[in-house]
């Protein structure tokens, strides 16, 4: 039986400068099989759960399942933060300090494993650049965040109309789509089958059902599909997918990176609502993205929506107000994707081992790190080993499941209505409208 078509390849920098890939490497799965461990997606929680788990029992037959190749999702097409940001509700002292340590355990797998990726840990500048951002990002002030003043702040990037500032340095601009596949090419050396180009129809216990033909029967079976949980009938409520959007510069010149900034390639945001997010890249763009496309009804996932004219040309003229040093500089490269939300914002991992199923995921945007964190700590789970990960708070979480259909569409689409007229308000009142923030806190919990 023929495997299913693959969808195109992005025209995304990432995919353009991380090179070309070979649809034949990895062929894929087109009979019945059986393994030990079948992960079901070959993102970053895959990959990186495939990763630890071979290095934790390398007696164990190990397969990946991937629609189509390994990062084609969020972990191939996002901002490229490392962070030991949290996705909303997941705040605990031992979450916090174990994301911190993550960020510095992603750059020692990547050196291990020999994967050049990118990375360069210059922390996190996030600016307010309205009397409205600084008390929102002042309350975020911790021990692991400062408050920086305007001349500080504008040391990091020196943006438009700068109040201040938080800075952290607990994140790594890295390039996604080079980490994603160093890890596929790694997890292949400790001897898992990576299967590309094999779509799978449903996941029960003890067997995944390809949607080409063919069963494989598996004693344990993680699900790692983020965005796409929700294409499976089992799990269609449990995230939903929000598509963020990218754009990214022609390599800019040293003499402008003086007046930009961002020496030590620190990635940076801002106190707006609608949430946006940058990188200085490796080889001298600015890559910056941002929310703001519509959430599509049914949950749907389409490789059509992963552009939309409106959004990124908002999202360039947002990045030419905030950098007005780039001028007329070239927009090389537009795309996007879907990432996954849970009802409560809360990414978590489980384990069930009468089921011999597993999950990780819900990460909000905030995956490339978690993913990581989501890995050691099902390998941990998977072989029953007692560790401080598999007692972190997010082990075992249920977010409650979204509202069916058209609750889902309507509320959804009005959060991020809502949030955009939020930032309208304070652009052009110069202060915060606390009835709009009452109003979207509605749709956020």
Not at 229 to 245: F, G, H, K, N
Not at 259 to 285: H, V
Not at 351 to 367: E, K, N, S
Not at 382 to 399: E, I, Y
Request: net charge neutral.
């Amino acid at each position: 039986m023929s495997s299913p078509e693959r969808s195109p390849l992005l025209p995304s920098l990432w995919n353009d400068t991380a090179g070309p890939l070979d649809p034949s490497a990895r062929p894929p799965l087109t009979a019945d099989a059986n393994y030990d461990v079948t992960i079901v997606g070959g993102g970053m929680t895959g990959l990186w759960t495939a990763r630890y788990l071979a290095d934790s029992d390398p007696s164990l037959r190990i397969a990946v399942l991937e629609a189509e190749h390994c990062g084609f999702g969020a972990s191939g097409r996002n901002g490229g933060w490392c962070s030991a940001l949290l996705p909303e509700g997941n705040e605990s002292p031992a979450m916090a300090a174990a994301m911190r340590d993550t960020v510095d355990e992603v750059a020692r797998a990547s050196a291990a494993d020999d994967i050049s990726c990118d990375y360069a840990k210059g922390g996190t500048i996030t600016l307010a650049t309205n009397p409205a951002h600084v008390s929102r990002l002042r309350a975020h002030v911790g021990a692991h965040h400062e408050w920086l003043d305007a001349s500080a702040a504008r040391a990091h990037l020196a943006a438009a109309g700068v109040l201040g500032g938080v800075f952290t340095p607990d994140c790594a601009a890295i390039h996604p789509a080079k980490l994603s596949r160093g890890l596929a090419d790694a997890v292949e050396a400790r001897g898992v089958r990576i299967h590309e180009g094999t779509r799978v129809a449903s996941i029960e216990a003890g067997r995944v059902t390809l949607a080409g033909g063919g069963v494989v029967r598996s004693e344990r079976i993680v699900r790692a599909t983020e965005a796409w949980t929700a294409t499976l009938a089992a799990s269609r409520r449990d995230v939903i997918p929000i598509y963020s959007l990218m754009i990214a510069t022609d390599p800019l010149p040293d003499s402008l990176w003086e007046e930009i900034g961002l020496a030590d390639r620190q990635t940076f945001a801002d106190g707006r609502t609608l949430i946006i997010y940058g990188q200085r890249t490796a080889d001298a763009r600015i890559a910056f993205g941002g929310r703001g496309a519509p959430y599509h009804f049914g949950s749907r996932i389409d490789s059509r929506f992963d552009a939309d004219a409106g959004v990124f040309d908002e999202l360039e003229q947002v990045l030419r107000g905030l950098l007005p040093q780039i001028g007329t500089a070239r927009i090389t490269h537009r795309w996007g994707g879907p990432l996954a939300v849970p009802r409560d914002f809360t990414a978590s991992v489980a384990f069930d081992p009468a089921t011999g199923l597993a999950r990780a995921g819900g990460y909000v945007g905030d995956g490339v790190s978690t993913t990581n964190l989501a890995g050691r700590t099902l390998a941990d789970l998977l072989t029953g080993a007692d560790t401080a990960l598999t007692k972190l708070p997010w082990v075992d979480h249920r977010s409650r499941r979204w509202e069916p259909e058209p609750l889902r569409w309507a509320g959804v689409n009005a959060g991020r209505f809502l949030a955009a007229s939020n930032d309208r308000f304070e652009a052009r009142h110069q202060r915060e409208s606390t009835a709009r923030r009452r109003a979207l806190g509605l749709f956020m919990g």
